[in-house]
């Protein structure tokens, strides 16, 4: 899979290209990546890539004219193009597994108060949001898509890392507790269970713990999971 970034700020995506499980990722030929700066394709003698919106307002938006000549730019025909906004679609597991089977992303990393609507209407397939909440760097937002999409593909981490994580594809339900060495901290010791050796009884208390948490920390996944597996029971209501 191929990333390509168009940003006003690209030094901000390099590094992650350039370290852990991403550069692993790379030098296994599993992904590939191009880091576009919108300056470049401005044709105003100062790069000047914002100009002020119709209308009146507050902020500054990011021309049309540069970052469609950046898209232009880009060769593959089989690319998927997502600007990262608020306003969009909001990011989750299922649509993470969704983007992991493209051949190739475009992202075009907002700033200011966004881009010009028409970049939007002629060249994006999805404006995606990463949560309910504005950030001042499109970058940030970016990264956020790429890490939970590129880790997705085969070879880049166990698969079976991905069946018990939280919004897992087995069952949607967030992740157990995890527990290392010292055995005693602080007074909070590690649950007998896991350290029983019994791995039908760890299996069992890592599941309803999984349940646990969903219920108590996100109840609408609980819900979905119920759905999942096909039972109500009485639980679309909090007790």
């Not at 880049?156 to 157990?176: D, W």
């Not at 909070?188 to 029983?196: A, D, H, Y």
Request: glycine share 6%.
């Amino acid at each position: 899979m191929k990333f390509t970034v168009i940003s006003l700020f690209p030094a901000i995506i390099k590094p992650f290209f350039e370290n852990s499980i991403m550069k692993k990722a790379i030098n296994k030929g599993i992904v590939s990546f191009e880091l576009l700066d919108v300056k470049d394709f401005s044709k105003d003698k100062h790069k000047r890539c914002d100009d002020l919106p119709y209308g009146g307002g507050a902020g500054m938006v990011l021309k049309a004219e540069p970052i469609s000549s950046a898209l232009e730019h880009v060769e593959a025909t089989k690319k998927t193009t997502i600007f990262l906004s608020p306003s969009g679609i909001k990011h989750t597991q299922e649509l993470a597994y969704s983007l992991s089977k493209k051949e190739e992303i475009v992202i075009i990393c907002g700033r200011y108060e966004g881009i010009d609507q028409r970049i939007i209407d002629l060249y994006v397939d999805f404006e995606i949001s990463i949560g309910d909440y504005v950030l001042s760097s499109g970058e940030i937002a970016a990264l956020v898509l790429i890490d939970s999409v590129y880790r997705l593909l085969d070879g880049v981490i166990n698969p079976n890392s991905l069946l018990e994580e939280s919004f897992g594809i087995k069952n949607r339900l967030l992740e157990y507790p995890h527990y290392t060495r010292p055995y005693n901290f602080m007074g909070i010791k590690v649950p007998e269970v896991l350290i029983s050796g019994h791995h039908e009884n760890i299996k069992n208390w890592r599941f309803f713990k999984a349940k646990e948490k969903t219920k108590k920390n996100r109840y609408d996944l609980y819900l979905k999971y119920l759905e999942i597996i096909g039972e109500d029971n009485g639980f679309n209501k909090k007790n």
